[in-house]
């Protein structure tokens, strides 16, 4: 029997100058964030550490700086206004060597914060939708104070970890965080259909949460036996498993398994995930390893970007200099495709901002970080067509790209391209 206590008298077991992992995307454990930062006047020199998170990250205020540090490996929504700030930095890494920071060291963790689903009769919980790096965090850390949620789904796969382990426990009943969908746009639809007219049958997909994703699954109702490999999934693959469509029956690696390293949706998606023998949540250092993605043959990896430069140059986490998002899984996808029998990797865009303004441009904006090298970029798509850049001189790449801009900048893009490739 679980003795639970009060989030106040777990967090308590937190000490000044420690490093404190927080469990990420629907599994934020937001009870516990209230709780820590209600105690910043007790707390000196806590290094914070994690992906992305939901819910208001408080403690990032500049007014705790003196009792919160955060060292975050992607910059979601709630971090933007504070990244960069004096106890707010960003981590450039890729997810697939996240766990690795923890399991040799260089990244030590004193105490991990997690949210899991009800023990089962066996004493084990579940890491739920989030396995990510919560894996090695629990594997490593010297404290796992753990928020048990009968919301949480129990995932098959590499998060089980038993009652045993946890330094303090408390229940929770909060409904976790859901992502609701919201129409695909036209332009949105337009970069779906031409992905899908790319995507063969039999392919295995790697693709995010968004638009652009969720509109390639809605024009995929015709394609037959794909499977899923991805860093993440939401709620768009339901109606292709339902129909059959999305079935793994053609991939090498965990034949007819949906494999992800976390998820984000409704709760009709945590409630497929629940006890699904389908769905293998898994740890992201192997989701993620390029030698494990290019062993599925037609792997289709699709990703999206901030600005490409007529070089094939792609920014993907940062507008100039200001960090947006991170560098995340798309290089581990990018080359793991791209190495796949058949493999097809693709970073999908709008030709231009909701201002007008073109994302393919000549050169990328100053302090702007180069996600993935124009020596990786295959396919590029838009509203408007598909550029294939694999073996193309920067001539050629540019004259491509050109070709799939927005009708309104291809003259200046022209001229450009001139100027600064001859």
Do not use: W
Not at 333 to 362: C, D, E, H, N, Y
Not at 367 to 393: I, M, P, S
């Amino acid at each position: 029997m679980l003795q639970y206590t009060s989030a106040e008298s777990a967090i308590k077991l937190i000490q000044s100058n420690e490093r404190v992992f927080i469990h990420g995307g629907a599994a934020t454990p937001r009870l516990f964030v209230e709780a820590l930062t209600n105690r910043h006047s007790e707390l000196r020199n806590v290094e914070i550490v994690h992906i992305h998170t939901e819910g208001e990250a408080t403690y990032a205020k500049p007014e705790y700086k003196d009792s919160f540090f955060v060292n975050s490996f992607f910059i979601g929504g709630n971090l933007r206004s504070y990244v960069d700030s004096v106890n707010v930095q960003y981590v450039p890494v890729f997810l697939s060597e996240i766990p690795a920071l923890f399991r040799k060291g260089v990244m030590p963790l004193d105490t991990a914060l997690i949210q899991v689903s009800m023990p089962d009769q066996h004493g084990f919980c579940s890491l739920g939708p989030s396995v990510d790096i919560a894996k090695a965090a629990t594997d490593v850390a010297k404290k796992i104070i753990a928020l048990v949620n009968p919301n949480m789904p129990r995932s098959h796969g590499d998060g089980q970890i038993h009652v045993s382990h946890f330094s303090a426990v408390t229940y929770c009943e909060e409904p976790i965080y859901e992502l609701l969908q919201s129409d695909a746009t036209d332009i949105e639809l337009a970069i779906g259909k031409n992905i899908a007219g790319i995507i063969e049958n039999g392919a295995t997909l790697q693709m995010g949460i968004g638009g652009i994703p969720n509109a390639v699954l809605k024009c995929l109702g015709n394609h037959k036996d794909l499977g899923i490999h991805t860093e993440m999934f939401s709620d768009g693959i339901l109606p292709l498993v339902e129909k059959g469509i999305i079935n793994g029956r053609m991939k090498k690696r965990h034949p007819g398994k949906i494999v992800s390293a976390f998820a984000m949706g409704t709760r009709k998606l945590y409630d497929f995930i629940n006890d699904n023998p389908m769905v293998a949540m898994l740890d992201v250092a192997y989701v993620n390893d390029t030698a494990v993605i290019r062993k599925n043959d037609k792997m289709t990896a699709i990703n999206s970007a901030v600005e490409i430069d007529l070089s094939g140059q792609v920014c993907s986490d940062s507008i100039g200099s200001r960090i947006i998002s991170g560098v995340g899984g798309q290089m581990d996808f990018i080359r793991g495709a791209s190495l796949s029998k058949g493999g097809k990797p693709i970073i999908a865009i709008a030709s231009a901002t909701a201002k007008g303004v073109s994302k393919i441009v000549p050169i990328l904006k100053p302090g702007a970080g180069v996600v993935t090298t124009r020596a990786h970029v295959h396919f590029v798509v838009t509203e408007f067509g598909v550029a294939d850049l694999y073996g193309k001189n920067i001539a050629q790449r540019a004259k491509s790209l050109i070709s799939i801009a927005h009708p309104d900048h291809r003259e200046e893009l022209e001229r450009n391209a001139h100027e600064f490739y001859g």
